[in-house]
C-alpha cells in the first residue's frame, strides 16, 4: 500500500451523493484516500456544500463562460492539476469531456454510470431498461476514456428489476448501490491494486473480466 494517501479531486454538478459516500467511506487517519478538492460547472450544485461541511477545498468553472469544450477543458485541466491529483474523479459531472482532456488523466480517471455497461450508455437508464424489459439493472465505475462511457469497466453491482418497478423506483436502488461501489473501486486504487494495463483494468496485477468485478444482491 503506498505510505502517503491517494490525492483526490471530485468533478460534480449536482447533488453530490456519490461525493458524499466517498467523503463517508475516508474517515479515520488510516483511510488511504484524500480527497483534496471538489470542483464544479455549477456554483448552485450541492455537492459544494457538503465538501465544505467536510473541509475539503472548492472551486467552481463555469462551462458558459467559455468558448467551446476544448477551451474549458483546458481551463478545469489547469485547476485540477493544481492540486496535484492521483486520481481525480466523475461525481455526477454532467460535461462531455474532451478527448484531450481524457488523454491527460489516463489511467487516474474514473466515472460511475447507472447502467451495467454496455448497455445504456448516455442519458436515462432507467426508464431504457424498463422499456426493455430487462430483469437486472444496475450501475458501473469504470476508466474513462475517449469514448463515452466506454473505458474499461472496473466494478459493477447488479440491481434486480421488479415488475412495479418505476423509472424513479429503481433509480433509488441503484443509487444505492452506486454510493457502495464507487467508494470501494477509489480505495483499490488508493491502495494500488487497482490500476489501468494496455489490455484494459488490473486489479492486484490480474485482469478484470469485460464486465469488471460484478456483485450481485
Known amino acids: 500500500m503506498p505510505s502517503s494517501p491517494c490525492n483526490v479531486v471530485v468533478l460534480l454538478s449536482g447533488s453530490g451523493s456519490n461525493l458524499q459516500a466517498l467523503i463517508d467511506s475516508c474517515r479515520g487517519e488510516t483511510s488511504p484516500v484524500r480527497i483534496a478538492a471538489v470542483i464544479s460547472n455549477r456554483a448552485d450544485a450541492y455537492g459544494l456544500q457538503r465538501a465544505a461541511a467536510a473541509g475539503i477545498a472548492t472551486a467552481v468553472l463555469d462551462h458558459t463562460a467559455f468558448d467551446g469544450r476544448e477551451a474549458f477543458d483546458d481551463a478545469l485541466m489547469a485547476r485540477i492539476d493544481g492540486f496535484a491529483p492521483d486520481l481525480v474523479v466523475l461525481a455526477g459531472f454532467m460535461r462531455i469531456l474532451?478527448?484531450?482532456?481524457?488523454?491527460?488523466?489516463?489511467?487516474?480517471?474514473?466515472?460511475?454510470?447507472?447502467?451495467?455497461?454496455?448497455?445504456?450508455?448516455?442519458?436515462?437508464?432507467?426508464?431504457?431498461?424498463?422499456?426493455?424489459?430487462?430483469?437486472?439493472?444496475?450501475?458501473?465505475?469504470?476508466?474513462?476514456?475517449?469514448?463515452?462511457?466506454?473505458?474499461?469497466?472496473?466494478?459493477?453491482?447488479?440491481?434486480?428489476?421488479?415488475?412495479?418497478?418505476?423509472?424513479?423506483?429503481?433509480?433509488?436502488?441503484?443509487?444505492?448501490?452506486?454510493?457502495?461501489?464507487?467508494?470501494?473501486?477509489?480505495?483499490?486504487?488508493?491502495?494500488?491494486?487497482?490500476?489501468?494495463?494496455?489490455?484494459?483494468?488490473?486489479?492486484?496485477?490480474?485482469?478484470?473480466?469485460?464486465?469488471?468485478?460484478?456483485?450481485?444482491p
Open 98 to 216: 474532451s478527448g484531450g482532456f481524457a488523454r491527460h488523466y489516463q489511467g487516474r480517471l474514473l466515472n460511475i454510470h447507472p447502467s451495467l455497461l454496455p448497455k445504456y450508455k448516455g442519458l436515462h437508464t432507467h426508464r431504457r431498461a424498463l422499456e426493455a424489459g430487462d430483469t437486472e439493472h444496475g450501475c458501473s465505475v469504470h476508466f474513462v476514456t475517449e469514448e463515452l462511457d466506454g473505458g474499461p469497466l472496473v466494478v459493477q453491482a447488479v440491481v434486480p428489476v421488479a415488475p412495479a418497478d418505476t423509472a424513479e423506483s429503481l433509480a433509488q436502488r441503484v443509487h444505492h448501490q452506486e454510493h457502495q461501489i464507487y467508494p470501494l473501486a477509489v480505495h483499490w486504487f488508493a491502495e494500488g491494486r487497482l490500476r489501468l494495463g494496455e489490455q484494459g483494468a488490473l486489479l492486484d496485477g490480474q485482469p478484470l473480466p469485460a464486465s469488471g468485478h460484478l456483485i450481485r
